[in-house]
C-alpha cells in the first residue's frame, strides 16, 4: 500500500522523544549525590536503576500491542507522562524503597512503553531501511546523555540531585507530549512509493507474521534473546558504572567523569546508527560477529589499562557495540517473524535486553564491592561472555541456512 506520508518527520519526533527517555543511562550522575542524601550504599541506590531496566519487557510489550494496533501517538502520551512524573516523584523521594517505586517502577514503565511505540512504528514506516531507521531512532535513546550529563551534573552542583529530578521530570514531559502530536501511526500494509517489498527464498511473497505465542516455541526465539542479552551485558555494566567506574579506578572528578559518561553516550548513539546502516549492506549475522569480538577486546583493555587513555578507547568501544546491539535487534525480529506482530514480539524478545539490565549492573556492583571498590574481575566475566555470544552467532547462522534452503510452506498469519 503506497500512501503519501512524512514518514521522516514522524523519525526525527521519535527520535527527540526518546533523547528524553534516554536519560535513564545518565542514573550514574544521580547516584553517588543520592547515596549522600539517603545515606545509602551504592548498591541500594542502583537497584532503583536495576529494577527501571529489569520490568522493560513488560511495558515494551504493552507499548507493542498498541502500536500494533494502530496507537503509537496514545502510548507515547500515556508512557510519556508516566516517565516525566516518575522523575518528578523521585526528586520527591525520602527513602531509597521509594526509588524504587518511583524510579525503579513508574519511569521504567513509561520508559519502556515510550520506546517500544517510537522503534515499532519507526521500523514499520521503513521497511526499506529497518537497520537504518532502527538504528536512528534507538540513537537518541542512546544518546539523550550526551546533553543530559552535563546539564544534570551542572544541575546537581547549583541546586541538589532532587531538584534536578524535578526540574528534568517536568522538561521531559513538554518535550516527550509536544513531540507525540508530530506522530502518526503507520498505515497497515504501509510501502514508501518506488518500493516493491524482496521476495524471501524460502517464504511466501507476504511473508512469515508469527505471533508471540508461537515465536517462543522456536528455537531461534531463544538464540536470539541470549544473543541480545549478551551484546547489552557489558553495556548494561558500564552504562550504569560509567561515572563511578571513572572516579574509582581512573581518579577522574565528578564533572570529568561526566564528560566521559556523555563520551560514551555518544559513543552508544553512533553505534546504533552506524551499526544499524552496515548491517543494511552486509547482515545482521556479520555484524553482530564483529561487535561480540570487539567487546571482548574492549574488556580486556579497560581490566587491564591504568591510564586515562585507555578508559577512554574503551567507553568508546564498549558503548560502539552496546549501541550497535540495540540498533540490529529490532530489525532481526522483524525479519525472523514478521512486521504483522512485530510490536508484542519485539517486546517479548526484549527480555534479553532486560536479563542485561538485571544481571549487568549487579555482576559489576558485586565483583566491586567484594574487591575494593575495583571492576576489573568483572570486566574479564564480561569478555568471556561475549565470546559465547561470538560463538552462538554461529548456531544462529546454522539456523538461518537450514530455513532458507529447506523448503517450506510457511503460513501466513
Known amino acids: ?19 528524553c527517555v534516554g536519560a535513564v543511562y545518565a542514573f550514574s550522575i544521580f547516584a553517588l549525590p543520592l547515596t549522600k542524601v539517603f545515606h545509602a550504599t551504592m548498591p541500594e541506590i542502583m537497584m532503583a536503576f536495576t529494577i527501571n531496566a529489569a520490568i522493560a519487557p513488560i511495558p515494551m510489550i504493552l507499548g507493542g500491542k498498541l502500536v500494533d494496533k494502530g ?66 531512532v534507538t540513537a537518541g535513546y542512546g544518546g539523550g546523555t550526551i546533553v543530559i550529563a552535563p ?32 506522530v502518526k501511526a503507520c498505515p497497515v500494509g504501509y510501502a514508501p512509493k518506488g518500493w516493491t517489498p524482496p521476495v524471501v527464498k524460502g517464504t511466501q511473497t507476504g511473508g512469515v507474521n508469527i505471533p508471540w505465542n508461537q515465536m517462543i516455541k522456536k528455537p531461534m526465539f531463544y538464540v536470539i534473546a541470549c544473543m541480545f542479552l549478551i551484546g547489552a551485558l557489558s553495556g548494561m555494566m558500564v552504562t550504569s558504572n560509567a561515572s563511578v567506574i571513572g572516579q574509582t579506578m581512573f581518579g577522574l572528578s565528578a564533572a ?16 546504533r546508527v552506524f ?74 524478545t526484549f527480555i534479553g535486553y532486560s536479563g542485561a539490565a538485571f544481571f549487568g549492573p549487579r555482576i559489576a556492583n558485586s565483583v566491586a564491592a567484594a574487591n575494593g571498590g575495583m571492576f576489573t574481575k568483572a570486566f574479564y566475566i564480561a569478555l568471556v ?12 547462522k546454522s539456523m538461518e541456512s537450514k530455513k532458507t534452503t529447506a523448503p517450506t510452506s510457511t503460513k501466513v498469519a
Open 1 to 19: 500500500m503506497n500512501i503519501e506520508l512524512n514518514r521522516w518527520r514522524i523519525l526525527i519526533a521519535s527520535t527527540l522523544i526518546n533523547i
Open 71 to 136: 496507537g503509537a501517538r496514545t502510548a507515547i502520551f500515556l508512557g510519556g507522562s508516566m516517565f516525566g512524573i516518575g522523575f518528578i516523584l523521585s526528586g520527591l523521594a525520602t527513602a531509597p524503597w521509594m526509588l524504587y517505586i518511583t524510579y525503579g517502577i513508574i519511569t521504567g514503565i513509561g520508559q519502556g512503553i515510550v520506546y517500544s511505540s517510537t522503534i515499532g512504528n519507526s521500523v514499520k514506516l521503513f521497511p526499506d531501511k529497518r537497520g537504518m531507521a532502527a538504528g536512528i
Open 151 to 182: 546539564i544534570a551534573n551542572a544541575l546537581i552542583t547549583s541546586n541538589g540531585v532532587q531538584s534536578t529530578l524535578v526540574t528534568l521530570g517536568m522538561v521531559f514531559l513538554v518535550i516527550i507530549l509536544g513531540c507525540g502530536l508530530l
Open 256 to 271: 570529568t567523569a561526566a564528560l566521559y559518561v556523555s563520551l560514551y553516550s555518544l559513543s552508544n548513539c553512533l553505534g
Open 275 to 348: 551499526w544499524g546502516a552496515v548491517s543494511d549492506k552486509i547482515g545482521r549475522t556479520k555484524c553482530l560477529m564483529a561487535i561480540y569480538l570487539v567487546i571482548a577486546v574492549m574488556m580486556l583493555i579497560i581490566a587491564s589499562s591504568t591510564s586515562v587513555a585507555g578508559f577512554a578507547v574503551a567507553i568508546v568501544g564498549i558503548g560502539l557495540c552496546f549501541g550497535g546491539t540495540m540498533g540490529i535487534f529490532p530489525s532481526i525480529v522483524g525479519e525472523k517473524f514478521g512486521m504483522k506482530y512485530y510490536g508484542v514480539n519485539y517486546g517479548v
Open 385 to 396: 561472555i561475549s565470546l559465547v555470544g561470538f560463538a552462538l552467532t554461529f548456531i544462529f
